[in-house]
């Protein structure tokens, strides 16, 4: 079952003859679509709980509810991060560490961006089409030596599982190119422009 809020656009673009692919006019049609949408992070999180997952899947896109660590020392954080994680960590020696992940949090850039930097990650996909599947194999010495993929800098996070306050809500690869539109992030400390003003700095 489609997460109530992909459904409705979804349904729309069948009607209207156009498919979730990684084709421009697709990923541009979906995206527009997603633009006009609102929502909040724990609507989407409980609109379909069968989507829940204990644990990430290296390649896959989530969203989940997350309370840092260092929360205290940090200028700023996602509360909502919407995660492509990519690398599995183990973090010891400090009481309150322990196993969790690297992940690309899409929510540091602006959508423009997002869209830019998931068009490039179109090219590490384990299929040419958009279904169950589908997954992004990509690792940090890709992403650091890939011109095209420059925007990831800024969004590269560590996460601990000890920190998780949701389980891991899957977003189907047919509703990525709306998710990474959808303004789902919830930012502590700091205003999203800010955010995005600093990474912008990073980036060029």
């Known amino acids: 079952m489609a997460a109530y809020i992909f459904e409705p656009i979804l349904a729309k673009g069948e009607r209207s003859g156009i498919l979730p692919s990684m084709?421009?006019?697709?990923?541009?049609?979906?995206?527009?679509?997603?633009?006009?949408?609102?929502?909040?992070?724990?609507?989407l999180l409980k609109s379909d709980r069968t989507r829940y997952e204990p644990y990430p899947m290296l390649g896959n896109m989530y969203l989940f509810s997350y309370d840092p660590k260092t929360k205290e020392t940090l200028p700023y954080y996602d509360r909502f991060p919407l995660?492509?994680?990519?690398r599995p960590s183990v973090v010891s020696g400090k009481a309150g560490s322990?196993?969790?992940?690297?992940?690309?949090?899409?929510?540091y850039i602006p959508p423009r961006l997002?869209?830019?930097?998931?068009?490039?990650?179109?090219?590490?996909?384990?299929?040419?089409?958009?279904?169950?599947?589908?997954?992004?194999?990509?690792?940090?010495?890709?992403?650091?030596?890939?011109?095209?993929?420059?925007?990831f800098r800024p969004c590269v996070k560590q996460?601990?599982?000890?920190?998780?306050?949701?389980?891991?809500?899957?977003?189907?690869?047919?509703?990525?190119?709306?998710?990474?539109?959808?303004?789902?992030d919830r930012f502590a400390k700091a205003?999203?422009?800010?955010?995005?003003?600093?990474?912008?700095e990073r980036i060029y």
Do not use: C
């Not at 010495?141 to 993929?149: A, C, G, R, W």
């Not at 996460?159 to 789902?184: C, G, K, Q, V």
């Open 23 to 43: 084709e421009k006019a697709s990923s541009t049609w979906f995206r527009n679509q997603a633009l006009k949408t609102s929502s909040s992070p724990q609507t």
């Open 114 to 151: 997002r869209a830019r930097l998931m068009d490039a990650l179109y090219d590490y996909t384990t299929s040419d089409t958009l279904d169950e599947n589908t997954k992004i194999r990509i690792s940090y010495n890709i992403l650091n030596k890939v011109s095209k993929l420059k925007y």
């Open 159 to 184: 996460y601990l599982f000890s920190h998780l306050r949701s389980r891991f809500f899957r977003i189907d690869p047919t509703e990525w190119n709306m998710a990474i539109m959808l303004p789902l």
């Open 83 to 86: 995660i492509i994680p990519f």
């Open 98 to 107: 322990g196993p969790g992940f690297y992940g690309l949090n899409l929510h």
């Open 191 to 200: 205003d999203r422009n800010i955010v995005y003003k600093e990474s912008n």
